[in-house]
């Protein structure tokens, strides 16, 4: 299975912004809700933002009101524009269908994310 390939990573100050982007495959992207995930060291992998084909989305609680989550169906690219960005928001970044964390098990194949640093 091709894995997803997260960029747009690096390092920020408190309040500044980045914006992320995954390719993904076809067998991956076309039939599913997309997910962005992130894993902060020592801590497991937990769900950020969801977007179903047609649009619809969800965001966790400690990222609503300043990521937004979108997609190209035409590229097989789901983005996330993170602004207000806090230190506690530093992890890796990870896309991946979604409902592939459950209950706090990691499934399915993973890309190698993207680094996101965010400095106070």
């Known amino acids: 299975q091709v894995k997803p390939v997260e960029s747009g990573g690096g390092l920020v100050q408190a309040g500044g912004s980045l914006t992320l982007s995954c390719a993904a495959s076809?067998?991956?992207?076309?039939?599913?809700?997309m997910g962005w995930y992130r894993q902060a060291p020592g801590k497991q992998r937990e769900l950020v933002a969801t977007?179903?084909?047609?649009?619809?989305?969800y965001y966790a609680d400690s990222v609503k009101g300043r990521f937004t989550i979108s997609r190209d169906n035409a590229k097989n690219t789901v983005y996330l524009q993170m602004d207000s960005l806090k230190p506690e928001d530093t992890a890796v970044y990870y896309c991946?269908?979604?409902?592939?964390?459950?209950?706090?098990?990691?499934?399915?194949?993973w890309g190698q994310g993207t680094q996101v640093t965010v400095s106070s």
């Open positions: 076809g067998s991956i992207f076309t039939s599913n809700a």
């Open positions: 991946n269908r979604d409902g592939l964390v459950r209950a706090g098990v990691t499934y399915g194949v």
């Open positions: 977007i179903t084909r047609d649009g619809s989305t």
